[in-house]
């Protein structure tokens, strides 16, 4: 079901006492605020999801798991799998973000059976997309998300992709202090909505969340959230602070 959702990635950041003192910061933040239909998510690591998630118990604030292994379980040391993820009540996890792709060297392949097997897991993906910056200035940019997302999420039955968020990351504006142009995130998001109603139905595409996600901050995060296509945002490096995030969640309230 379409929603309003503020997610934010927290990466490779924060020690066990900075982790908690911003999840009790977010949370306690948002508790006062009327989200109605909105969803706020914070991804933290995997070594602070318990933290995270007793900390937030009976609160408004969601936790999500920020990658999960492309196979059930086995010999695979210092990995997580969907099986665990969903044991401890886990209900979102990132797939296929661009520094996993590029430093991990996920497959497109590979991305397919993460959120296959998320999805046997009852986890909500959140499934990453987004072109570099030579694929925007060679104008291969809607080609290149197409792509991404067929060989992909566009292979899950409906049942499945129903349940999935997409996250359009372009790779340029990631961490970079650049963002999308509220046009070209628009213009995007519109082609992905368009690309998922041929692979699917029109009420599916109607239905699909798609996120915005690249230094999107408080100063850029209304101009982003006011198009009709763009549900929220998945928000990096301003996700840190929660003040700074707070600040984001309140301009998707107010859009
Ligand atoms: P920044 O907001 O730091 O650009 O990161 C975006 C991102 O990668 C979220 O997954």
């Known amino acids: 079901m379409r929603k309003k ?12 006492e900075e982790a908690e003192d911003l ?28 933290l995270t998630s007793d900390a937030v118990n009976d609160k408004k604030l969601k936790i999500g798991a920020q990658n999960v292994h492309h196979e059930r379980s ?16 886990i209900k979102y996890v990132i797939v296929g973000h661009s520094e996993r792709r590029k430093y991990f060297h996920e497959s497109g392949e590979m991305l397919f059976q993460k959120v296959r097997i998320a999805r046997e897991h009852e986890l909500t ?41 997409i996250a359009y990351e372009p790779v340029w504006a990631i961490g970079t202090g650049e963002t999308a142009s509220p046009e070209q995130a628009q213009e995007m998001h519109a082609c992905i909505r368009d690309l998922i109603g041929k692979a699917y139905t029109d009420q599916t595409a109607a239905d699909t969340t798609i996120l915005y996600g690249g230094s999107c901050n408080p100063g850029n995060a209304a101009s982003l959230f006011n198009n009709p296509d763009v549900d929220g945002g998945l928000i990096g490096g301003a996700s840190l602070k929660s003040a700074d995030f707070l600040e984001i969640i309140k301009h998707r309230l107010n859009t």
């Open 74 to 89: 086995g010999s695979y040391t210092g990995e997580v799998s969907a099986a665990m993820l969903q044991s401890m009540d």
């Open 125 to 165: 993906p959140i499934f990453c997309c987004g072109e570099q910056l030579e694929d925007r200035k060679s104008g291969k940019h809607f080609d290149v998300v197409k792509a991404q997302l067929e060989e992909t999420v566009f292979r899950l039955d409906e049942e499945h992709f129903a349940r999935v968020i």
């Open 23 to 50: 999840v009790y910061e977010i949370a306690d933040g948002i508790e006062s605020m009327s989200l109605d239909d909105t969803e706020i998510i914070v991804c933290p690591p995997y070594v602070f999801l318990e």
């Open 5 to 16: 959702i503020v997610a934010g990635n927290w990466k490779m950041n924060k020690t066990f």
